[in-house]
T-cell receptor
């Protein structure tokens, strides 16, 4: 069975600092991996996704993530945090079309000035 | 860009009442899903639907829940007799034949009183 573990339910950074949100997955077959962002009282917005090919994936708003098969990780990074990045971030995994997208518990990112 | 549309955005219902949440998936998508998110918790898979039948469901999706595609455009989730613990944000999603083609709607916040 697939699963996702997000280390750290809450991450706090200063504006301009590096953002690192951790995600580890468990999957018996090559996974498809996603990061979603959720702003308060809003829906899920896709940040980026890994399917096949290049292991470093660039997404919206300056975020990127690297798929590391040997570490079963898909950590999300952004070189310089902005106040507008404060939100809930979810990592998710699926194996094939039509199957459930399994979410992690989420990480709340706070950005201070 | 094509969107998944959910109505209503917020619904309040009394315990024991039936509710129907509505979704219009992206027109050329083949797979349809419902997820829920209890306040402050992770997004949980409920059910997937393909070729006019349920293809996968979670333990949450018990006999109180049902899904239907009554016509060529709508996809509905019915909760037969709502409980207080059904209060959550419900997200509809659809995808094409690609496992990374998920698109989520903006959600319906269901409040059971």
């Amino acid at each position: 069975a697939q699963s996702v573990t997000q280390l750290g339910s809450h991450v706090s950074v200063s504006e301009g600092a590096l953002v690192l949100l951790r995600c580890n997955y468990s999957s018996s077959v090559p996974p498809y991996l996603f990061w979603y962002v959720q702003y308060p009282n809003q829906g899920l917005q896709l940040l980026l996704k890994y399917t096949t090919g290049a292991t470093l994936v660039k997404g919206i708003n300056g975020f990127e993530a690297e798929f590391k098969k040997s570490e079963t990780s898909f950590h999300l990074t952004k070189p310089s945090a902005h106040m507008s990045d404060a939100a809930e971030y979810f990592c998710a995994v699926t194996q094939k079309a039509g199957t459930a997208l399994i979410f992690g518990k989420g990480t709340t990112l706070s950005v201070s000035s | 860009e094509p969107e998944v549309t959910q109505t209503p955005s917020h619904q309040v219902t009394q315990m024991g009442q039936e509710v129907i949440l509505r979704c219009v998936p992206i027109s050329n998508h083949l797979y349809f899903y419902w997820y829920r998110q209890i306040l402050g918790q992770k997004v949980e898979f409920l059910v997937s639907f393909y070729n006019n039948e349920i293809s996968e469901k979670s333990e949450i999706f018990d006999d109180q829940f049902s899904v239907e595609r009554p016509d060529g455009s709508n996809f509905t989730l019915k909760i037969r007799s709502t409980k207080l613990e059904d209060s959550a944000m419900y997200f509809c999603a659809s995808s094409d034949s690609n496992p990374y083609g998920y698109t989520f709607g903006s959600g319906t916040r269901l409040t059971v009183v």
